[in-house]
């Protein structure tokens, strides 16, 4: 009896190790490796199809993104990540970015670059959305709200210049914009070169205080120039390489 008792017990236990995730989840140090390649081709994917005559490079640049991509859901679709166990249909929504992929390829052969663009944008979204679902803090999040209050002010520069407008501008969204770019400077979890890192949080920091001082002003033409000084910085950071 005892011996029926201990067959049954080791067999028990051989079912849960086989059972993928039933014991413990994967480590989402482990995913954040994993993912820095097909999140790199993402990237590149994003930049190429910022300008039409990318169109035959970014091509090529999606289709591995696509194939990178697949690879990490395949990994971890049903092996979730623990600190991303609290989201719902992960393996939808880690699969998603390959649709997408699929999606803006479609789009670049047909030569409709810039709604590629626009299209692959939603997986920096999707993203963003889990990790904050999750309570992450990540760099690339906090580069995202950054991002949202920049093209606040961007959008407000072109709308109207007058020095009135400007003005308001500073007083409105001045503030907020150095705010959020503080916050990517106080991140603890950045995985990036940190000298290139310094350099241009730097860079952003100068080029903030200069749009700052500009508006105040209501003077247009400066402003339009220290707007393009910040989005410079925006952009050096989100291609920043990260490190393994």
């Not at 989201?87 to 699929?102: H, L, M, Y």
């Not at 803090?137 to 400007?166: C, P, R, T, Y």
């Not at 903030?208 to 209501?218: D, H, Q, R, T, Y």
């Amino acid at each position: 009896m005892r011996n029926m008792m201990r067959i049954k017990f080791i067999a028990a236990y051989i079912l849960l190790l086989s059972a993928p995730g039933l014991l413990m989840a994967s480590q989402y140090d482990a995913f954040t490796k994993d993912i820095m390649q097909p999140y790199g081709l993402y990237k590149k994917s994003l930049a190429l199809t910022s300008k039409t005559e990318n169109k035959e490079k970014a091509i090529v640049v999606v289709e591995k993104f696509i194939g990178a991509w697949g690879e990490l859901a395949d990994k971890y679709a049903n092996d979730v990540p623990d600190r991303l166990s609290s989201i719902q249909d992960f393996s939808g929504k880690i699969n998603r970015p390959t649709a997408v992929g699929e999606e803006a390829l479609a789009m670049l052969k047909a030569g409709q670059v810039k709604k590629a663009h626009s299209h692959l944008e939603e997986v920096r979204y999707g993203l963003w959305r889990m990790r904050t679902d999750a309570g992450v803090v990540s760099l690339n999040d906090k580069v995202n709200d950054f991002h949202e209050a920049m093209e606040i002010m961007m959008g407000g520069i072109k709308a109207d210049n007058s020095a009135e407008h400007l003005q308001h501008l500073g007083e409105r969204y001045g503030q907020w914009l150095a705010i959020k770019w503080a916050e990517i400077a106080h991140t603890g979890d950045s995985v990036v070169d940190k000298a290139a890192f310094a350099e241009v949080i730097q860079n952003g920091d100068s080029a903030i205080v200069m749009l700052s001082a500009v508006l105040k002003e209501g003077d247009a033409s400066a402003a339009k120039k220290a707007i393009g000084k910040v989005k410079k910085a925006y952009i050096s950071l989100f291609f920043l390489p990260e490190s393994s």
